[in-house]
């Protein structure tokens, strides 16, 4: 009787998913951002948000669970219902660095169904310009001269900058002292104002002070030049070996969620991504939007997150 | 000459009438969220971002700034009736002006916060008018080693604050010191005091704190008189400050208003600093009679002037330098970013209505502000006409609500009521909260800076005497250490505490 029942009500699920996922969304959606208000992973979720709530007509509602190295918000992301009502708003760092960062994790890769990239945010290593350093040549030189002697500030620890940090010191034979910050703000306050010659950061937060004068950029971290400032050039084209790092975001469904949602999701936010005013928006703070299927987004997550897994080990970054 | 020039330009963009309704709706907002403790404008301003985007750049930042330094104006409200600091900088609010609220005294506290915030509010806005660059620089000039020196200089500064004994006092700061360093150590990534607990890598709540320590433990102390039924006396008093208690106070508004004008430039932490140096100066030169802690109005116009004159000044180093000094800064950063705005250095020539329009939009919001809260006032005086057994339930949710819209975390709730256990213990052993708290905000932040300035000096101690302003910080810091050591002035002190 019971494995009569068991078919039965299976079957009824079956059924209903169809049903679910044409008529889906029928409630608020929100999107759990482990990041507090006005990083990229928030703006990028309230931009896609307002406009998924334009498509679709449901409320889209942007929570931010900052802190705990992101774990509160990922975990939260991991273990929500499989509904599509619960989605989380991801950076590189969440789902590349942290895991290899802590040993005992409240999320991994695969309690998550992929559904698209959204948002890449180039970096640039940049120089107080008072300083003498005018490329990454003339930096390398002086960090050979003095090993461990010239500063280089982060947003901070187990921060994206810091491994282009130690990449580009492991793949130079260089070393660097790291200085953190609480956050891109105050590193390119400190750099702006000389406290350290150099920082790592978004090149949306130097790029003003650049033009004003106080900063000068040695190089783009990425490997191909930034769209909007093509004048900068690459660390690969000035020697650095392999580094190609930049601070993307990417959009995420708890596993299980049924697959006609995930992709109902990932056409829309694709959609999105391409409409020429959400990338104006985006272009505004210095970001490109980068629609992805999640298929692509798995592979990208899998190969960034085994490239940075052996720059942590080697450069022996660790939270503790 | 050509100041006055742009300022009468940004009036002419201030006062089209979107810019006049942006205006009103984000002053109207920030008050709201400025009363409730719980949801600050960081909240608001990011709820409000998508909604910006279909607005013009100069409405958009005229809005998101109203909310900013309107929740200065209703973050004192609470901390006056009902003794629950809704933001850092009015923790010293409720020194005096609870005990002022308890002298049915409610009225003539707000009123002259209102006042005192708006006549900070239009000077400091001619200071961003007149001396915004040159302002910037001198932000920039403080490197670890200088803010090191300046918290060092506050801690000290927070001994000389308390009332009672001086070991007490020390022993609250080092203990508010511990407790902020619960958490991530920004410096090395390590986890201090963590306990395994994921909502303990950030460290403790600063509302969980002031509500454990100011509204709560306050709570649970009156009810120890069973026999009072009326904690705020039985008349409520006049509503409005009378022109007495103008002339009283108007020295110290001009003085929280330099002091909150010049410490608001600094990013992290200026604003906060601001209403407790206000605070201790007034209470050190005061003229006589002087019932500092019980109630005196100077110790509410002083600190809630150079809190509103800090939220001013703090927008400095964003709209010339494009840094944010806070995070609610960083949130209208980003909604510039979104309408193609880089704000920097190059706003103010290139998009001169951005500059110019925002500042002569926070004269008017002052001015709006002021009227809106004036009237409000009697309907919060007449608050606390409702019993106190029906008052204080009120409260206890208030503050469970608060503290729980910050980050939604039930966690925070326990941690509410642990530290609402210890607050009332150390209240029995007379130790006051208001070191406590600074310690907890500043300790963090000195023990940072330190490091830093040592790190990127390659462990060079010397750094802290060779810089110039960090040097006159530490010295300021020693003499002021001599002046609680040295006995016969410290039995001038305990004299000058007393009265």
């Known amino acids: ?320 | 000459m050509e100041t006055l020039g742009n300022l009468a330009f940004g009036l002419g963009v201030a006062l089209s009438w979107q810019n006049l309704i942006y205006c009103f709706v984000g002053c109207f907002l920030g008050t709201l969220v400025g009363v409730l403790p719980g949801i600050g404008p960081v909240a608001t301003v990011a709820m409000l971002l998508p909604f910006t985007f279909g607005l013009g750049p100069a409405p958009a930042l005229i809005m998101l700034a109203g909310i900013y330094y309107g929740a200065q104006y209703g973050g004192s409200t609470t901390a006056i009736l009902v003794n629950i600091p809704g933001e850092s900088s009015s923790v010293v609010t409720t020194l005096d002006g609870h005990q002022m609220a308890r002298r049915g005294r409610a009225g003539p506290a707000l009123g002259i916060a209102a006042i005192g915030s708006f006549i900070a509010g239009c000077i400091a806005t001619l200071v961003v008018a007149f001396f915004a660059p040159p302002l910037a620089e001198l932000a920039l000039k403080f490197g670890p080693a200088e803010y090191f020196s300046l918290m060092v200089f506050g801690l000290i500064a927070a001994v000389v604050l308390a009332r009672g004994s001086v070991i007490k006092a020390i022993a609250m700061v080092c203990f508010g010191i511990l407790l902020g360093l619960v958490g991530t150590d920004v410096n090395s990534g390590t986890i201090r005091f963590g306990f395994g607990q994921p909502e303990l890598t950030d460290g403790i709540g600063f509302v969980a704190l002031a509500m454990a320590f100011f509204g709560i433990t306050d709570v649970v102390a009156n009810l120890e008189h069973k026999d009072r039924t009326d904690v705020y006396g039985d008349r409520l008093g006049r509503v409005l400050p009378s022109w007495e208690d103008m002339r009283v106070s108007f020295w110290s508004i001009m003085r929280g208003t330099a002091l909150g004008s010049i410490l608001g430039i600094l990013p992290g932490g200026g604003a906060l600093l601001a209403s407790f140096a206000a605070y201790m100066f007034e209470k050190k030169i005061a003229k006589p009679p002087r019932t500092f802690g019980e109630g005196d109005i100077r110790g509410v116009a002083a600190p809630e002037s150079a809190n509103n004159a800090g939220a001013q000044t703090s927008f400095i180093p964003m709209l010339t330098l494009g840094i944010p000094s806070n995070p609610t800064m960083a949130l209208m950063i980003g909604a510039l970013m979104i309408q193609g705005i880089a704000p920097g250095p190059q706003v103010m020539t290139e998009r001169p209505e951005l500059f110019w329009g925002l500042v002569a939009s926070m004269w008017i919001g002052n001015l709006m502000l002021l009227v809106l809260n004036l009237p409000l006032i009697g309907l919060w005086v007449q608050l606390l006409a409702v019993p106190y057994r029906l008052l204080y339930p009120a409260i206890f949710v208030f503050c469970c609500i608060g503290v729980f819209t910050v980050d939604a975390k039930i966690f925070d709730i326990y941690m509410l009521a642990s530290l609402s256990a210890v607050a009332y213990v150390l209240f029995k052993l007379d130790c006051e909260p208001a070191p406590l708290i600074l310690g907890f905000i500043l300790g963090p932040m000195m023990e940072e800076q330190m490091r830093r300035a040592m790190m990127i000096n390659f462990g060079d101690v010397t750094i802290f005497l060779s810089r110039p302003i960090s040097a006159c910080f530490l010295i300021a810091a020693v003499a002021m250490m001599l002046l609680i050591a040295i006995p016969s002035l410290r039995a001038k002190r305990e004299v000058a505490m007393q009265e």
Do not use: C
Request: glycine share 10%; net charge positive; aromatic share 6%.
């Open chain 1, 1 to 320: 009787m019971r494995m009569v029942l068991t078919a039965v009500v299976s079957g009824l699920v079956l059924l209903a998913q169809p049903v679910h996922s044409q008529t889906y969304p029928t409630k608020p959606i929100h999107i759990l951002v482990p990041y507090a208000p006005g990083g990229i992973a928030d703006i990028a979720s309230r931009i896609v948000g307002a406009k998924l709530t334009e498509a679709w007509g449901q409320q889209v509602v942007v929570e931010n669970r900052p802190g705990g190295n992101g774990f509160i918000a990922m975990g939260a992301g991991a273990k929500a219902a499989p509904d599509g009502y619960t989605l989380t708003m991801a950076t590189v760092g969440d789902v590349a660095i942290t895991p290899a960062l802590f040993k005992e994790m409240p999320y991994k890769w695969d309690d998550f169904a992929p559904i698209g990239t959204v948002s890449d945010a180039p970096m640039v290593w940049a120089a107080n310009a008072n300083t003498p350093y005018k490329t990454v040549a003339d930096m390398l030189a002086g960090a050979k001269a003095q090993p461990g002697r010239l500063s280089v500030g982060s947003p901070g620890n187990g921060s994206i900058n810091q491994i282009v940090l130690e990449w580009t010191a492991l793949n130079t034979g260089t070393q660097f002292q790291h200085i953190p910050y609480k956050g891109g703000a105050p590193a390119a306050a400190a750099l702006a104002g000389g406290d350290i010659p150099f920082a790592i950061l978004a090149s949306s937060s130097a790029g003003p002070q650049v033009k004003a004068g106080r900063l000068r950029v040695l190089a783009v971290t990425g490997a191909q030049p930034s769209k909007f400032n093509p004048e900068w050039p690459t660390l690969q084209s000035q020697g650095v070996k392999d580094v190609d790092a930049s601070n993307w975001t990417l959009l995420l469904a708890p596993k299980g969620t049924p697959k006609a949602i995930v992709d109902k999701l990932q056409a829309e936010v694709a959609k999105i991504l391409a409409m020429p005013d959400v990338k104006e928006r985006f272009a505004g703070g210095g970001v490109e939007t980068i629609p992805s299927t999640g298929a692509e987004l798995d592979a990208r997550v899998k190969k960034t997150a085994q490239q940075l897994a052996v720059i942590v080990e080697k450069a022996k970054i660790k939270p503790d």
